[in-house]
């Protein structure tokens, strides 16, 4: 039996990030994360599109984006051997039947967001790709970043390490129960005990939950599938925006060479090692060739990852109002690369009972906006 202050259950980026933060204010030793795979970014973290927006998402998750953004900016010394945004940019794209989606996307961002409604000349120059007369109206994101999603999971990893933390793989955690006012975690790799549990088990977080007598959040893991095409040669991809549908139908970005392509599936699934469908996939070719002048003639990889939401769309992050001891990391969605560096302190604090940071509150940061006591909960 290993005895920890706190366990983090789940080493990907939300594990890693609120582990990383935790592990600043405590004594070595006292924070261990119980990883199920070999490798933690195996699931959804490695699965994303790796983009950074301050446009995506509900508005909580923009303010924590906001509040993300100058940790991505000016990592902490040693952090990265390399810089964690790269510019990209993004082109939201509407048809004529989608004009309105986009009045109402312009008026929620406008005008504290860096973003312009721009002419087609000018969305054809940022991606020469689109099609001619596709859409109608576009909005310009000048802000959109690329994540280096490996740099910033294994910055947080190795600063876990360095501060006294463990990271235990292949540790499956199959049972929890109360020992005193702490608990008792069985893994696969052994057992521990701990002071406090940190349910960052992405897509598993509800049966994580379970396993320790606590009212699931409601989570629903929504599959997302992905693929890489090639890009038709003579095109300058350095220069080349992702482009993405007003009503996410699909998305496209320029990758390594390539061409990411998404149809921004969303379809329910239990939590699970999530893999692309062939239909989905071929949806994603069907809308890329409508929407832009090329033609897919050869899927180079596929993959699929969960992307795991509550009802209102926004993280839960904070102690479960029932169950001492239990802390909530979950349901970040489809944004949970982008607003890690901002969640995993937030929720550090929020565990270790200190006052939100001064960025966080002047990026509209509301730490109840986050509170798992929000939702309304079922067994
Ligand atoms: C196609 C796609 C595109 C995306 N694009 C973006 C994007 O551009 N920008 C962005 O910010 N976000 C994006 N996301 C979302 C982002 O990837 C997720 O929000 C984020 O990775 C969630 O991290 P997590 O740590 O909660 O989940 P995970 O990475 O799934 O980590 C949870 C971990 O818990 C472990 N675990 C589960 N059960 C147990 C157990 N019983 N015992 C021990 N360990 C356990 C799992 O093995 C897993 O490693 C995208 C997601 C997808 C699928």
Redesign the pocket.
Known sequence: MTDCEIAV????????SIASALVEHLAAGAVCV????DS??????????????KT?GPAPVRALSRASEHFFKHPPDGFSDYPLLAPRGMLVTARQDQEDALSRMVEELAPSEHVQVITEPQARQLCPLLRRGYATRFLWDDHAQD?D?HALHQGFLRRVRACGGSLWCN????AIARDGHGWQIE?TAGDVRAGLIVN??????D??AR?AGAVPVGLRPL????AIIRAPAGIDLSAMRMVIDVEEQFYLKPEAGTLLI?PADETLSE?CD?QPDELDIALSVDRIERAFELRVRRIERK??????FVADGVPVAGFDPEIDGFFW??G?????????PALGQLAAALVLGHPPASDFTDNGVIETDFSPGRLSRAM
């Open positions: 259950v789940g080493g990907g980026i939300a594990g890693a119980l990883e199920m795979e933690p970014g195996y699931h959804t973290t490695g699965r994303s599109a790796a983009l950074f927006s995506y994540i999603v540790a499956e955690v199959t893994t960052a088990a992405g897509a598993w977080a049966e994580i396993l599959r997302r599938s992905a998404s939590p999530a993959w699929a990852g969960l992307r795991s990391l979950a970040q969605g489809g944004y949970g690369i982008q607003t890690a």
